[in-house]
């Protein structure tokens, strides 16, 4: 393995409090993440030791009110430590991205007296969340999900199949988006189910080819009751509530993205500074050279695109277009930037003895989570040219 230590990414942050915060971060990625990482990963395991960390340590919370638990951080901020995490290992940036996606539907729209019974245990008690909407029918076409949820006198009976649900099986709760009403987006509703629900359970665990120790899994539910309490907005304000959540969590995606980006490239520039042929470091030939600077430089625009649409989002104003953009580009990045320091490595790069191929394999996915790129093509578009078929 390469001796060559990789500098840490030179962040413009906005405030001591948050380069206190990147400094914690840093300190646990590299005392209680990197070391296991790599055996672990190939073994398969979920390290929910560390999320109980995170949580203890406050980094589960962060773009949400101090009130409740959170960190009163503004995504800006929140996103350079998803990218700090997932540089280490996926699976860790990867799920604090999707327990904040499963957080937002409460944090956002649910009622006072809601935020005050479940969100300190959500944001700082240990909980880990996970976020259903994608069926196994209906993956990009979201809206026409069959997963149903029936009043029964105060309450409501939730049945159907969830699939590719992150940290399915072992979530302490999950954001659930079922059908209360008409095809279409207007006839969906969300609820806050307790994993231990009587009627919930989950299939194995999905065989990837990355990201081996995030289980993704199918969540069944099976006449799943839930009181009316749990219902988070209004009737039928459901899948506007999962656009919006959306929006946020690519934004996390593409921080995540660029964190593994930057992981291989740093890989990259170590073993081609030491590694020698003709007489020479085979960083000094020119061909080399310019792939690092390439790679270099997606990584740097990923990282600014996806901090731009931060602060339009931490300002307020519109950013789902921004969004989109970030998640394109820093994942299609991520493919190519991993895809390269293979290359670099050469054979070596092939083998598990070095995480690059690790890199690549985890990289492929997040060009697929949470909106396909081509779905993220889709939704520029509209912003650029109007709906398709006017």
Not at 50 to 68: A, I, K, M, Q, R
Not at 275 to 294: H, S, T
Not at 358 to 366: D, F, G, H, Q
Request: with cysteine; proline share 5%; aromatic share 6%.
């Amino acid at each position: 393995m390469p001796d060559r230590a990789p500098q840490p990414v030179d962040r413009q942050l906005p405030t001591d409090e948050a380069r206190d915060l990147i400094s914690l971060v840093r300190d646990i990625a590299q005392r209680e993440i990197a070391p296991k990482a790599a055996e672990e990963e190939d073994a398969g395991r979920f390290p929910r030791e560390v999320f109980t960390l995170l949580s203890e340590s406050g980094l589960l919370g962060l773009p949400y009110d101090s009130e409740y638990g959170g960190g009163d951080q503004p995504y800006e901020v929140y996103l350079q430590v998803l990218e700090e995490l997932a540089a280490v290992r996926l699976t860790v940036g990867l799920g604090v991205s999707v327990h904040t996606l499963a957080s937002y539907a409460l944090a956002t729209y649910g009622t006072k007296q809601q935020q005050v019974e479940h969100l300190p245990a959500m944001l700082g008690g240990g909980l880990l969340g996970a976020y259903c909407l994608s069926e196994p029918s209906s993956g990009s076409d979201a809206a026409s999900l069959r997963t149903k949820a029936v009043r029964d006198g105060d309450g409501w009976v939730l049945t159907g199949t969830k699939a590719w649900i992150t940290h399915g099986g072992i979530a302490d709760f999950y954001t659930v988006m079922a059908r209360t009403g008409e095809e279409g987006p207007r006839g969906i509703t969300a609820f806050l189910v307790p994993g231990d629900a009587q009627g919930l359970g989950s299939a194995a665990p999905e065989k990837k080819m990355g990201m081996k120790g995030s289980p993704t899994a199918q969540v069944h539910f099976d006449g799943v009751r839930v009181s009316d309490e749990r219902r988070l907005g209004e009737e039928g304000q459901g899948f506007a509530i999962a656009l919006s959540a959306l929006d946020s969590g690519r934004l996390g995606i593409a921080a995540c993205a660029i964190g593994v980006a930057q992981a291989a490239l740093d890989e990259a520039v170590a073993y081609a500074t030491e590694r020698r042929q003709f007489g020479k470091p085979i960083a000094d030939f020119q061909g080399l050279r310019f792939m690092l600077a390439d790679m270099a430089t997606q990584i740097e625009a990923g990282r600014a695109l996806y901090l731009a649409a931060a602060r339009l989002r931490d300002a307020g104003r519109p950013f789902a277009k921004q969004a989109a953009m970030a998640k394109l580009h820093c994942t299609d990045t991520a493919m190519k930037v991993t895809t390269d320091a293979v290359q670099i490595l050469g054979g070596y790069g092939y083998t598990a003895d070095f995480p690059a191929e690790r890199y690549m394999r985890e990289a492929k996915v997040l060009q697929i989570v949470e909106g396909t790129n081509q779905i993220q093509r889709m939704v520029i578009a509209r912003h650029l040219a109007g709906p398709e078929g006017r």
